[in-house]
């Protein structure tokens, strides 16, 4: 067990080391996000009342394009390097090795939003940095990386991946996206636990279904 | 072998269907409120079958060829995956044709119709993994491990939509809320049009099956002639 979790953590540091060396993937991606949200206001325009409505979509789309983006980016990265065929040739059972690159995918994630939020806040004048919108953020967050590295994986090795993997990830993902808008604006707009709590429940258990699930199938992502 | 089986469901799939267009055309009844277009509804349910029978299909199919790789299962897979997102195509084409002169919208975002949607784009995706990706053992395996979490994913699809429905309510339709009260002339008809579909889905897939393991055959055949 104990071994189990330093293999898990070795990939997460591998792929932390990567990314504060080459910086491919966070800063990227930030910018990208940080292009879309700017896009919908001008799309959307400024005034306060249509911003409060339209806030929790944009955040999201920008999360979720982002995300794609990134998740793109973690195995196109193992791939080109042939780092993929190495990974695969060390003694690490596959699903430690899901678990690490689920887990470098999540964080990677959160540190785009972790700037997003008050980046957004600012721009949108929207109260955003909150307790209760960071546990939705987290959860769904988890939820995007436990079914887009299984994705990437898959999509890495195809023609035409950077098209791919959105088209395979959204339908997938879309119960997510849902639960994650809705209880972004019940937060929004004040409500209280019991008005988004079933959003949170739909969101941990499809987390808890597809880390499960994709921890299983992870396997046969790999190899020849 | 597969001869008869292919001969057997041909032939059944042509008197079926010959019997449900005569009793959807000439036999039942035209219903009052809807007039004539609630006709649609005996292709429409029967079609909607199919799509959910081709997702099970491929589930199944996708397991057991994780578990055990054969080219067969891959090939099953496959087949229902192309008739599947044929029927879902005509499912949701033949549900707008109904809902726009009977609920004055082409669509609305019911969690059926909704789900539907989602589905098509599953087979979608599913197809165009298949064809990007490697040829040979590596692409079917991939095809197997979307099969999986496109099926799992289904009831959760489903669930969110009746919850997000439940946020923003609008009038409530769909064929489930008139099924309670059909004459039983129509629950006939019905009954018999789901079973000539499935029948049809049953003979498409066997076609499309063989075709693919002509295609994988005549593939090695090029490929063993042509290295010498």
């Given amino acids: 067990m104990k071994a189990y979790i330093r293999a898990v953590f ?13 910086k491919e993937v966070v800063t990227p991606v930030l910018v990208f996000a940080l292009l879309v949200a700017i896009t919908f206001n001008f799309v959307f325009g400024t005034q306060p009342a249509l911003v409060a409505v339209v806030a929790s979509g944009t955040l999201w789309v920008s999360f979720t394009f982002a995300g794609v983006l990134g998740l793109g980016r973690a195995f196109a990265l193992e791939k080109e390097r042939g780092g993929l065929d190495g ?35 600012i721009l949108f004048d929207l109260p955003l940095v909150l307790p209760a919108l960071w546990l939705v953020v987290v959860l769904a967050t988890l939820g995007f990386a436990a079914v887009g590295t299984v994705f990437s994986a898959l999509a890495a090795s195809t023609r035409a991946r950077e098209v791919l993997l959105p ?17 972004t604006s019940a937060i929004l707009r004040g409500d209280g636990w019991s008005q988004y709590a079933r959003w949170v429940g739909l969101t941990a258990a499809f987390d808890a279904v597809f880390i499960v699930v994709s921890a299983a199938l992870f396997q046969f992502t790999l190899g020849e | 072998m597969s001869l008869p089986i292919r001969t057997l469901l041909l032939v059944a799939t042509t008197a079926l269907m010959v019997i449900t267009l005569y009793l959807v055309y000439f036999w039942v009844p035209t219903e009052q409120v809807m007039g004539v277009v609630q006709r649609i509804f005996y292709f429409h349910v029967p079609l909607a079958t199919g799509a959910f029978l081709g997702y099970t299909i491929i589930f199944v199919a996708s397991i057991v060829y994780l ?58 995706g599913y197809l165009m993994l298949r064809a990007y990706a490697p040829r040979g053992s590596r692409g079917a395996r991939y095809a197997a491990v979307l099969g999986v979490i496109g099926f799992v994913d289904v009831p959760i699809i489903y669930l969110s939509t009746r ?41 498409l897939v066997v076609e499309r099956y063989r075709l693919r393991r002509a295609e994988e055959e005549t593939e090695r055949m090029q490929l063993a002639y042509g290295q010498r």
């Fill in chain 1, 10 to 22: 070795a990939i997460l540091w591998k792929d932390f080391l990567l990314e504060i060396r080459a």
């Fill in chain 1, 87 to 121: 990974l695969t040739l060390t003694p690490v059972s596959r699903d430690a090795l899901y678990l690490g690159k689920l887990l470098s995918a999540f964080l990677f994630m959160l540190a785009v939003e972790v700037v997003m939020l008050p980046v957004i806040s």
């Fill in chain 1, 167 to 183: 088209v395979l990830f959204f339908p997938i993902v879309l119960p997510v996206i849902i639960a994650a808008v809705e209880s």
């Fill in chain 2, 67 to 124: 578990v055990r790789p054969s080219a067969r299962w891959d090939a099953v897979a496959h087949a229902s995956a192309e008739v599947g997102l044929l029927f879902t195509t005509l499912m949701l084409l033949s549900g707008v044709l109904w809902s726009k002169p009977v609920w004055g919208i082409w669509w609305d975002w019911s969690p059926r119709l909704t789900t539907s949607l989602i589905l098509w784009f599953i087979y979608v």
């Fill in chain 2, 163 to 203: 919850l997000w429905r439940d946020v923003h309510p609008v009038q409530m339709v769909g064929p489930g809320a008139e099924v309670g009260a059909l004459d039983p002339s129509m629950e006939t008809t019905l009954l018999i049009a789901i079973v000539t579909f499935i029948v049809l889905f049953s003979y």
